[in-house]
């Protein structure tokens, strides 16, 4: 049910399992939080133009996640014997490429069905040979550990389009000491990744988790957000369908299909991909819950509508308050 609140100008949406109006405004709820892909197109619009290069910005995204794994595997910068490394979702593959830059002895694979702007959450497509370059001349002006050789021989990467199953059931397959894995939130069985992930890595070695859960305030991504706050944790599946045809009629298929189709569904929370994993033999060493950039805005959300929250952690079993009001989480994980 639909009506109008005109004391505070908004529009209010009545759940009926939760017994609640929720409020709906978008600017207030939603827009404050987004900004379009590019100058002239909406927030939903994927990036799908052909780059020259990525942004400056995107190379210190790509620095700083490359840096982030090598202070996970190997914080003295250095190993004594070779090792290897696995990423799980790679996209355009520059973040393993930088790696085999950072770490000589480190023998990257990149795996991901959807290469190089495949997938409308993927990086854009551009240029990787000129991205590459600059990328390493950036970390080099800034970074740098020790300064790296674009040219080096010692640098190791190769990569596949593939599934992870399909890359396992490769003939020349192999594990590796060290797995990382940020796609995990649009994967639709994560019992089965959970555990094709687990029997990639070496005993001893380790598996990395870079993940947006589906309960922090834009766990959706920008093509299914909704403009009532964690309304995707509170909303069942028949009211949500209600709001995104009333709400969102130039879009509402697409929409739908993005939220049923191309997130991981069944939800699982963070505690529950820490059991399944537990059960592979994969034990938790650390996790972090990093603060959202938009976490001022979040808080003013918290201000006005104190109950949602607690409906979104009453309505969805092992839900934490951490997972809730969350950006990245970032699992640590070592084969017993």
Known sequence: MIESCNMKNLTKFWSEENQINLPVNAEENLLGFLSPTAPGSNYWDSPNEVLDKLTEREYKRIIGQAIEIKNIISPDN??????????????????????GYILPSLDCVGIDPFLHGGHKTSWQKSNL????????????????????????????????????????????????????????????????????????????????????????????????????PWGHCILNDKEYSQYIDYFHKERAEEMKNFFFNNLSNPRMT????????????????????????YYKKQEDVFRIYPELVDIALKKNKNLSYEELTSGLIIYEFEKN
């Open 78 to 99: 250095q190993f004594t014997e070779k090792k290897s490394l696995l990423d799980v979702g790679t996209g355009n593959g520059l973040v393993p490429k930088l790696l």
């Open 270 to 293: 963070t505690l529950e991909l820490i059991e399944i994993l537990r059960e592979e033999g994969m034990i938790l060493s650390s996790i972090l819950y990093s603060r959202p950039k």
């Open 129 to 228: 040979e000129k991205d590459i370059e600059l990328i390493i001349k950036l970390y080099n002006d800034n970074y740098g550990f020790s300064k790296i050789d674009k040219f080096s021989e010692k640098a190791k990467y190769r990569e596949y389009k593939l599934f992870l199953k399909e890359y396992i059931e490769q003939k020349n397959f192999t594990k590796s000491d060290f797995v990382y894995c940020k796609a995990i939130e649009h994967v639709p069985d994560w019992k089965s990744f959970a555990k094709e992930l687990a029997y990639t890595v070496k005993e001893n070695g380790k598996l990395i988790i870079k993940h947006r859960s589906f309960y922090s305030y834009l766990g959706p991504h920008r093509y299914a957000t909704s403009s009532i």
